[in-house]
């Protein structure tokens, strides 16, 4: 198949053009719909050249206009439909016709496979280039849309969330079974004849005797059974199969979950005892990770919204997608290294988990203000604020009252400064009462570090009028997970593993902006009607 532009031509209207077919009253009902909004402000600015590289060179049948495919993708997550709805959708519904520029085609160019088809292309791209083309397609209609809606640009505010893995909790028991059946009908299908003590694992009602109807007091046996079935099973695939996804997850789970004897074979591994939370937690998605945060355990992925606001309402125009393992720390991390060095300066507001002096003096390097608007951990002296260090928080050079130390060590390991002054230079000190010190016979001793310095100062800041202003503003990107999950339901995706469910998480992200653009719109528009009526 290959690439071919959707032309300008193509999308003119003609004689049989179905737009043209409509009554006064259809035309004026369809251009007060979303679908005006999507055909002028959506759907132009939708870029095909990137997605050339998908298809062949050669001369050969065209491919499906890449912008039809992307403007599906996005009203589907708009609407809340399935791949076989948007289809029919576009044949039998106007509003999705107009909103494609497919009203003057004999036939739509969707396909039951279409969208399928496109996802896995796009899906192998990043895997051997590791080029998102979705996510710059989003991001590049974003900073449209944000333009268009004149939000500001120089405040961001950014925020995280879990997303589920749509894969059932497994015990350690179910995990290594449903491994070592997989394994086995592989095996079966590549036309292996299993051993006898093997075969009960092709049975239909096996996991049925083995799972569900176990007692507790069976489970160390059992769990001891199929360890005795899953290294005669490995024994017995040797090198012939180790391509195999099943035997790839086989090898990955054994070495998770149960440690090799000499004697070849495996006794479970203590939780405790080397255990992370990268193990697997489901074959059916090996790419979910384990995650405990605000006493919730999550297995799945974490993402990451960047969001801009104005009056007129608010754009994501960037996001993240990775295990949820990966904190916010990192996130704020590869965000600022994205943005890479501003011409004017951005302020970026966010929660304290994405604080970190390595965070903030990157985004020092990019002329980006890194705003925490909370803290994490116990509460430091206030009085910390007051001392000065030297550049590299080696040393102190002088405390809140002005006197400059006896001596001062440095420990690189915890990052703090003993420092040390004379006793006499304490005697009468205003500050005596809050500060942290020690007394001894001949000399006064702190401990402190520049991190508490920085955070004294910042515990100041929280009660300016700047910050509670900032604060007010990033509260408002706790909208965005709660819009992901209650309208797009982006815990309960239909597809599995890291790739797949970033470009769905994608896809929502364009839902949801478009979304926040029709309410832009429809507001331009009660505007309009009232300065009319004035």
């Avoid at 083995?210 to 090198?239: F, P, Q, R």
């Avoid at 919730?296 to 974490?302: L, P, Q, S």
């Avoid at 100041?460 to 992901?484: C, D, I, Q, W, Y």
Wanted: include cysteine.
């Amino acid at each position: 198949m290959s690439f071919a532009f959707n032309s300008a031509t193509e999308q003119q209207l003609s004689l049989w053009d179905s737009y043209e077919s409509l009554t006064p009253r259809e035309k004026r009902a369809l251009e007060k719909s979303w679908a005006k909004v999507f055909a002028e402000k959506i759907f132009p600015k939708i870029d095909e050249t990137p997605y050339a590289v998908l298809y062949s060179d050669t001369a050969s049948r065209p491919n499906t206009p890449v912008n039809v495919i992307i403007g599906a993708l996005i009203l589907k997550e708009f609407t809340g439909q399935s791949d076989d709805d948007i289809n029919t959708s576009l044949m039998f519904d106007i509003r999705y016709q107009y909103a494609l520029h497919t009203t003057s085609f004999i036939e739509q160019p969707l396909s039951d496979r279409t969208l399928g088809r496109f996802r896995e292309r796009c899906i192998t791209y990043e895997k051997q280039t590791g080029i998102d083309l979705l996510h710059d397609t989003i991001t590049a209609l974003s900073e449209e849309m944000a333009a268009m809606m004149k939000v500001d640009r120089s405040l961001r505010r950014m925020d995280s969330l879990m997303v589920a893995s749509n894969i059932k909790k497994m015990s350690r028991l179910e995990l290594l079974y449903t491994c070592a059946a997989n394994l086995a009908n592989a095996c079966k299908k590549q036309g292996e004849v299993l051993p006898e003590q093997l075969r009960h694992y092709l049975s239909a009602d096996d996991k049925n005797l083995m799972i569900y109807h176990n007692k507790s007091e069976e489970t160390s046996d059992k769990i001891a059974s199929v360890l005795a079935d899953a290294a005669e099973l490995v024994a017995l695939c040797g090198s012939k199969y180790d391509e195999l996804p099943e035997f790839q997850l086989m090898i990955r789970v054994l070495s998770e979950q149960a440690v090799q004897q000499e004697d070849g074979t495996y006794v479970l591994r203590s939780k405790g005892e080397g255990m992370t939370a990268d193990c697997m937690q489901n074959p059916a998605d090996p790419d979910a990770t384990y995650r405990e945060k605000a006493g919730k355990k999550h297995r799945g992925y974490a993402a990451n919204v960047i969001e801009e606001a104005g009056e007129n309402g608010s754009v994501i125009t960037d996001y993240q997608y990775e295990q949820n393992t990966h904190s916010d720390s990192e996130f704020a991390k590869e965000t600022i290294a994205a943005l890479g060095e501003q011409e004017e300066k951005v302020t970026l507001v966010a929660d304290g988990a994405y604080s970190g002096r390595d965070n903030e003096r990157l985004a020092q390097e990019n002329n980006i203000d890194l705003r925490t608007t909370n803290l994490t951990g116990k509460d430091t002296p206030d009085i910390n604020a007051d001392f000065r260090f030297n550049e590299e928080g080696t040393r102190v050079i002088e405390c809140p009252n002005g006197q400059k130390p006896k001596c001062c060590s440095y420990n690189a390991r915890t990052g703090q400064c003993v420092v040390s002054f004379h006793r006499s230079q304490c005697e009468g000190c205003p500050y005596a009462n809050k500060c942290t010190r020690k007394v001894f016979k001949r000399t006064v001793r702190i401990t402190i570090s520049l991190n508490s310095k920085n955070r004294a100062m910042q515990q100041r800041n929280r009660e300016t009028e700047e910050f509670k202003a900032l604060s007010h503003f990033r509260n408002g990107v706790e909208t965005v997970p709660s819009m992901l999950r209650r309208l797009f339901n982006v815990d309960h995706m239909p597809v599995r593993g890291k790739l797949r469910t970033k470009f769905c998480f994608g896809c929502k992200i364009g839902g949801l902006n478009f979304l926040k653009l029709c309410k832009y719109e429809q507001r331009l528009v009660k505007c309009a009607q009232i300065s009319a009526i004035a």
